[in-house]
């Protein structure tokens, strides 16, 4: 076996990296961000819990929608013109939001925001891991979303820069950031290995080891789906019902969490709530290696069950913190579940389907998964408006994620395709 090769040598592990660092400057200044913006916003404008809700929603909404599209074009044309042109528009949606003075010019610029990130993050760094790796998946998924955990470990210190300095100047670096990081580095992205005369997981069939070669000439790249074929398996509408359903609890934390940690009931200060929302990505970073570990020797539906349990379990932590360990303790297990979760989920579905259209797949099943982003933060912004905490709104998400766990349970691998024909 040829680990050195993979590890040092293998362009697919620059991807990964790259897309790490993609996936840090949207999470620490957009994704986990948004709840300190939210409390500011909450402050000088008055906005209700609801009326931040609905902008989250419609933004998540607007990426769910747009995932077909984006897929189609990713299958077609590649990550890096995608992500170049969603990294400007990203850029620009900060530059305009720090002039922002009404809600409706919230609505808009956060929508561009929103847009950018879609188009320059997640969907397109996906897309191109999961072509660039097939034995190591699971890892090099995990090391790209890491990058998700490692930007939010810095939102104390943008929580500083919002209180010292205020949010319209944040919003200003932050654009600058984008464009002086997001750029240079969707210039490196690459749609497949055999775009410059590489292999997939590095490992030339030609001269491999007999166990390697083996390996290669079973993958499930040989039977790859087409994306009306995986619309008629049980597997595609079960896996993309779990990732919505686990969503209701990320989704409603990310923006949420903030709001009900400085809330009366609990009493914190931004500050302090922002080295509790910046301590789960601590866990999440461990949870994305261990997953990433497990996913690729064991069987991941199982994981991702105990993830979903892990989801609910901890969101009831922090809904009734009789004593503040409690608090605490929702960190670890909260995003130990969420870091596991995230790698395991794509790759199952490029295992399931394939990677040749895993872009135009993973497009079609967003319009799933945002039901989750869309619905958790909704349910728990109108319920703490009507009943003045986040009490009831947690325990319905956290209640509806421990029985998504049951989506992941009947995501049974689909026959071959040509069966489906």
């Known amino acids: ?41 909450q402050r000088e404008f008055g906005w209700t819990a609801t009326t931040l809700s609905i902008a989250f929603a419609f933004t998540r909404m607007e990426s769910g929608l ?31 939001f720090a002039t922002m003075n009404s809600l409706t010019e919230f609505f808009i610029f956060y929508f561009l925001m929103a847009l950018g990130s879609s188009l320059g993050g997640f969907l397109s760094i996906t897309t191109a891991l999961v072509n660039w790796f097939d034995k190591y998946r699971s890892s090099a998924l995990a090391i790209s979303q890491a990058g998700f955990a ?27 950031i984008i464009l002086i990081i997001g750029l240079p580095v969707s210039l490196m992205m690459r749609h497949r290995p055999s775009d410059s005369g590489d292999f997939v997981d590095g490992i030339n069939p030609k001269i491999s080891s007999s166990k390697e070669q083996l390996f290669v000439q079973d993958s499930k790249q ?13 597997a595609f509408w079960m896996i993309s019902a779990g990732h919505a359903a686990s969503l209701l609890v990320v989704g409603s934390v990310m923006l949420h969490l903030p709001l009900h940690l400085t809330s009366p009931a609990i009493g914190m200060s931004l500050q302090k709530a922002s080295f509790i929302v910046g301590a789960v990505p601590a866990m999440q970073i461990f949870g994305q290696f261990f997953g990433g570990f497990l996913g690729d020797r064991y069987d991941k539906k199982l994981i991702l069950i105990l993830c979903m349990l892990g989801h609910m379990s901890g969101l009831l932590l922090v809904t009734y913190p009789y004593f503040s360990f409690m608090i605490w303790g929702f960190v670890p297990v909260h995003g130990i579940a969420w870091g596991a979760r995230g790698p395991i989920i794509q790759s199952i579905r490029a295992d399931y389907f394939g990677p040749t259209n895993f872009g135009t797949i993973m497009g079609f099943s967003s319009m799933v998964v ?17 009943t003045g905490s986040y009490t009831l709104g947690f325990t319905i998400l956290a209640i509806a994620a421990g029985i998504g766990s049951v989506f992941f349970l009947l995501a049974t691998p689909p026959k071959n395709p040509q069966v489906l024909v």
């Not at 077909?68 to 528009?89: A, E, F, K, V």
């Not at 470990?153 to 300095?165: A, D, H, I, Q, R």
């Not at 040989?222 to 049980?234: E, M, P, S, V, Y």
């Open 370 to 386: 945002m039901i989750g982003m869309v619905l958790g933060p909704l349910v728990a912004g109108i319920l703490a408006d009507y």
């Open 1 to 41: 076996m040829r680990k050195p090769q993979h590890m040092f040598k293998f362009f697919g592990w620059r991807l990964a990296l790259a897309g790490a660092s993609i996936h840090a400057i949207h999470s620490g200044l957009f994704m986990q961000a948004f709840g300190s913006y939210s409390v500011l916003l």
């Open 66 to 96: 747009l995932g077909p599209i984006q897929g189609w074009l990713l299958d077609r044309h590649g990550p890096r013109p995608i992500m170049m042109i969603g990294t400007i528009i990203f850029a620009l949606g900060f530059f305009l």
């Open 222 to 234: 040989n039977n790859d789906f087409t994306a009306k074929q995986a619309l008629r398996t049980r």
């Open 150 to 176: 490692a930007g939010a470990l810095f939102l104390p210190l943008l929580v500083y820069v919002l209180e010292n300095y205020g949010w319209r100047e944040a919003s200003i670096s932050s654009g600058v």
